[in-house]
Structures are given as structure tokens and as C-alpha cells.
């Protein structure tokens, strides 16, 4: 049996990820590809639980190396128990962020040396790679602006990586840019501050080639 593809969604705050990886879905369903979704941190019990130390806020929140381990640790557990048997099996896998975040977030918003990042996450992936990322890059401004606005909706507040100051979130962009930059056949930058439906069309063109 053939091994399934692993595509990721990568983005800032608010860049829309969670309606695309819907569609995606729908997408690789429609054509009887088995397409499990997972996100990170969290798509096991332990990694869930993880993501609740990583995201609240509380006395004696992580440091940054602890916030580190604590990610790859979450990410260790679900290659294993999730990502690897779901690719193995032959299906697809859809993950709402995975080490290109580590990249951005740990090692240019944090400022973690990126060296010691390849080395722990490789260890923790036991060396999976995404196929596909999507990068889904939106200004800071129309990120803010989406975010007040879920925040209303459902009544809930920022997290510790939201409440970064903007320099942070700027970095983070940075970062993610510069990913792209060196691996630009794997991943692909996708304007997201365009409405929906456009956001698809555009992952939609560079899906299409790896399912025919
Ligand atoms: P989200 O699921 O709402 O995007 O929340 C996950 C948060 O964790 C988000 O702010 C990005 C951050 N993150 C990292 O800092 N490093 C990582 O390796 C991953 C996977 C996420």
C-alpha cells in the first residue's frame, strides 16, 4: 500500500487555518482519499494536555527551553501514536500546525538557537517531514482585527501566545517567511488575507498537482 501525504497548515494568529483544513478534507474525501485531521499542540490525550500548560496563563509558566520540550514532547507523542500509523496505513494526514511553528515561534519569537531546534525536533519526529505545507501569511493588522472579533463572538480571551506584544508576532511573520525562503518546494506562501473562498482556490492550485 502506498504511503499517505502529510500536508500542514502554518500561519500567525487568526490566518484562517481551521476553515481551509476543513476544506481540504472535504476535498481529499471527496475523491476517497481517508484523510485524518490533528492539530498541534494536542491530537492525543497526553499531547491535549500539554496544550493546556503550554497555552494558559499561570504562576510559573514555562520558560522559554521548558516551552520548547514541552511542544516536542506533545509532538513526539502524536508522529507516534497518530501521524506515523495514519501514513503508514495509506492515509493522508492534515495538521493544523507542526515544526515549521517550533521554527517560527521558539527560534525567531523566542530566540531559541535554531540549531538546537533541527536537532531536538528531528529527534522528537523521528525525522517526519512534512510533503506539503501551507503557510497561510496574514498582515498583523487583519490578524488583530479577526481575533477581537472571534474573541467577541465567543466570549473568550486571549492565550499566552496571543497576548505577545507586536514585535513578537512581527518575528514570528519574519520567521516564517524565512522557512519559506529556504524551502520554497515544500512550502508554499498563501495570501490569507483574501476572503475564503479565494484562500482555497489558491491551496486548491497547489493541491491539485499532488492528487493527480
Ligand atoms: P492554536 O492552535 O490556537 O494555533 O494555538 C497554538 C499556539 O501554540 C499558537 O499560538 C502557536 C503556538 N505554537 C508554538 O509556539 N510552537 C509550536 O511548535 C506549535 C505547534 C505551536
Redesign the pocket.
Known amino acids: 500500500m502506498a504511503r499517505g501525504k502529510f500536508i500542514t497548515l502554518e500561519g500567525g ?1 487568526a490566518a484562517g487555518k481551521s476553515t481551509q483544513i476543513a476544506r481540504i478534507k472535504a476535498a481529499l474525501e471527496a475523491r476517497g482519499i481517508e484523510t485524518v485531521v490533528t ?3 494536542g491530537g492525543t490525550r497526553l499531547a491535549e494536555l500539554i496544550r493546556g500548560l ?2 494558559d496563563e499561570y504562576e510559573d509558566a514555562p520558560c522559554d527551553r521548558a516551552e520548547l520540550l514541552l ?1 516536542l514532547a506533545a509532538r513526539a507523542q502524536l508522529v507516534k501514536n497518530v501521524i506515523k500509523p495514519a501514513l503508514d496505513a495509506g492515509k493522508w494526514v492534515v495538521s ?3 515544526s515549521d ?2 521554527f517560527a ?2 527560534g525567531y519569537g523566542r530566540g531559541l538557537p535554531l540549531d538546537a531546534i533541527e536537532t531536538a525536533n528531528s529527534f522528537a519526529c523521528d525525522g517526519l517531514k512534512p510533503d506539503i505545507t501551507f503557510w497561510l501569511d496574514v498582515s498583523p493588522e487583519t490578524a488583530l482585527k479577526r481575533r477581537l472579533g472571534r474573541e467577541a463572538a465567543t466570549n473568550t480571551g486571549a ?1 499566552r ?2 497576548r505577545e506584544q507586536a514585535a513578537f508576532h512581527e518575528r514570528l511573520r519574519a520567521g516564517f517567511a524565512a522557512l519559506h525562503a529556504a524551502e520554497p518546494g515544500r512550502i508554499a506562501r498563501i495570501d490569507a488575507n483574501a476572503a475564503p473562498d479565494d484562500v482555497w482556490e489558491e491551496i486548491w492550485t497547489h493541491l491539485k498537482p499532488i492528487l493527480s
Open positions: 494568529e492539530r498541534e499542540p503550554l497555552k511542544f493544523d500546525r507542526f511553528s517550533t515561534y521558539q492565550d501566545f496571543e
